[in-house]
């Protein structure tokens, strides 16, 4: 992590992905976790020498079991939020071709869900704005 004045500058990715319905994939925040029970675009932290795409690669293996290729992320958009305690930094990429069947690896909830109906779902506020953007653009 590096310092934005005076605050911990956090880089996380999230993919969008997007099944051949046009739905995209949510996960719920687990119990005991921060922001437990928000649903959230599946994602996670950038490692030290690891690119965003590489990351997001990894996370999607971990936590949902597919596999897929850093050729398939198209980068979307970001969100740059300021919590209290750290600025978090989260570019989101779209993704439309995986291998595998999506399981919640981490004891997480997930659900497809139209991109219209997105809204419907409390979020992280790093994540809010980035639905309007994906309803914008599916």
């Given at each position: 992590?590096?310092?934005?004045?005076?605050?911990?500058?956090?880089?996380?990715?999230?993919?969008?992905?997007?099944?051949?319905?046009?739905?995209?994939?949510?996960?719920?925040?687990?119990?005991?976790?921060?922001?437990?029970?928000?649903?959230?675009?599946?994602?996670?932290?950038v490692e030290p020498g690891?690119?965003?795409?590489?990351?997001?690669?990894?996370?999607?293996?971990?936590?949902?079991?597919?596999?897929?290729?850093?050729?398939?992320?198209?980068?979307?958009?970001?969100?740059?939020?300021?919590?209290?305690?750290?600025?978090?930094?989260?570019?989101?990429?779209?993704?439309?071709?995986?291998?595998?069947?999506?399981?919640?690896?981490?004891?997480?909830?997930?659900?497809?869900?139209?991109?219209?109906?997105?809204?419907?779902?409390?979020?992280p506020p790093a994540d809010?704005?980035?639905?309007?953007?994906?309803?914008?653009?599916?």
């Open positions: 992590m590096s310092s934005l004045n005076g605050l911990n500058l956090l880089l996380v990715v999230a993919c969008a992905l997007v099944d051949e319905d046009g739905r995209v994939l949510i996960t719920q925040r687990p119990v005991g976790r921060s922001m437990a029970g928000l649903w959230e675009f599946p994602g996670g932290k690891e690119s965003p795409e590489t990351a997001l690669v990894r996370e999607l293996q971990e936590e949902l079991g597919i596999d897929t290729s850093t050729n398939c992320l198209a980068p979307f958009t970001f969100a740059s939020h300021l919590y209290e305690t750290f600025h978090l930094l989260m570019p989101l990429y779209i993704c439309r071709k995986w291998q595998g069947t999506v399981v919640g690896k981490e004891g997480q909830a997930h659900k497809w869900v139209r991109v219209n109906q997105l809204k419907d779902y409390p979020m809010e704005p980035l639905v309007a953007m994906l309803r914008d653009f599916l």
